[in-house]
């Protein structure tokens, strides 16, 4: 976990292209949002961007109505992914695919919220929020950084904690899980919490760093299913998994798809289905059929 | 009837699409007693124990545990109030180890003794060459034994065993049947649901037979085989197990 922070802390000054640097981040961060919430209670969200880009706006808002500074407004990011992630609550209900629509339908919902142009005077509708009084690239990527590490940890807590530990008897059986002692729902609304708050921090900071954006860049459907794919190709549960995931296919993705996004959109999409058919555990299985411990 | 029952079901009913499961069912369990549940198969002696241990809220009817009624409660909340259960068919963690499988259990359960040690609890239900193992590589029998283990870890006062004997051999059914005696001595009270009739008459104390969702007798195992209605539920139902 130090040495992806410290790698992408040192990063910038060896290499130029910081945009890339900065969304790699962003990847990085998101991924392991959904390994909080698919690795860890089998929760498949395929809205997962609506809580991106509730941060996004969280951040925005404060800063064009209230003039907060960056740093105090991405906390409000936080606050309104976590808001969001309480309000989709009851999605909790349901199981497997049916979860995972409702999630998408969600987040579709609240983007078509945003960018309603009667709410222009609050949220800018369609026609997408400018922050250029807070610009500074430089600071925001660092704060990215932080906001990546934050997840790490998180996911560092989850393997080694009696909390993660029940998450993961929730996942397995929740019948059993009660019978443990541990109140499943409680559980698995926090698991969801922190999995939204993470992936709110991470369109705040992605709202300052771009400072220019419409509804439909926070809210593109592109964020889920990479973060998906990421996290399931390189293996869920584990902490390397969704960093190996993340630097493979995104790597990939720059090398050869910049010209092509649509097919990429495609083999992301099919992939997923690959990999939860075939490989659940992603790639790190390979190493756990071994006998590793992978952390 | 006992006054001083730990587990009180009366008139209990539980309808699964309007076909009553459990209908009008009541029985009580002292302090201390092992209670066999016995009947042909589908007679409810499993929805039995999925509504007292909070798998499914009855339609009708109580269960007073320790002198309060529980009906209805949610799994974790009775758990933590001391009542648990193993499951007919095991259902263990299948891809965590043996050891986390009990470590949940120690971590959630409340055990109102305090925190016991996996690694003892384990070693006492000869599963602890398998601690490090998933618990899908477990066998049948071990993986109940698992079930029981996780029952155990959060010290409860009332144990509902769901045919936990079936598939073991003589010898360990020697020493389930011990480990039963064993726990209700220390105070705990038991409801073993079973269908061989050996095990039942080594641990049991008194047994409830129940057909249709409705108890039919109550007493002695020696005396319900004198009884008219339970011979012809047995005889004439099929399985007599
Ligand atoms: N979840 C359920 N849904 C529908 N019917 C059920 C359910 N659980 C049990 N039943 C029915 O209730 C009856 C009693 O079942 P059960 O309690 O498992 O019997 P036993 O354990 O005595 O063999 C059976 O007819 C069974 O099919
Ligand atoms: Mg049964």
Redesign the interface.
Known sequence: MAPVTAAFAILPSVYSNHLLLFNFVVFLTLAQGVNVIYGFTGYLPFGYVGFFGAGAYGFSLLVMHLHAPPVLALGAAGVSAVALGLLLTPLLRLSGAYFSIANLAASLAVLHFISNPNLEPITRGPYGVSLSGVFNPDLAYSIAVAVMAFALIVVVYLRNS?FG??L??VR??A??????????VRVRVYAWLISSVIAGFAGGVYAWYVSVFYPETVFGSDYSIFAIVFALFGGVSTIIGPIVGVVLLYGVYNFIGFSTPQYFQLIYGALIILLVLFLPQGLISFVKRRGVDVP | MSPDAILRIDALTKLFFGFRALDSLSLHVARGEILGLVGPNGSGKTTCINVVSGLYAPEAGSVVFDGEEVAGLSTHKLVHRGINRTFQVPKPFMHLTARENVDVAIAYGRNPQGEVDAGALLASLNLDALASRPAAELNSAQQKMLDLARALATGPKLLLVDELAAGLNPAELDWVAAKLKDFARAGMSIIVVEHLMGFIEQVTDRVVVMNAGHEIFGGTLAEAVQDGKVVEVFLGGGHAG
């Open positions: 009696r530990l029940a993961q008897a397995e059986d019948v059993s899980a009660a019978s443990a002692g541990v109140d499943v």
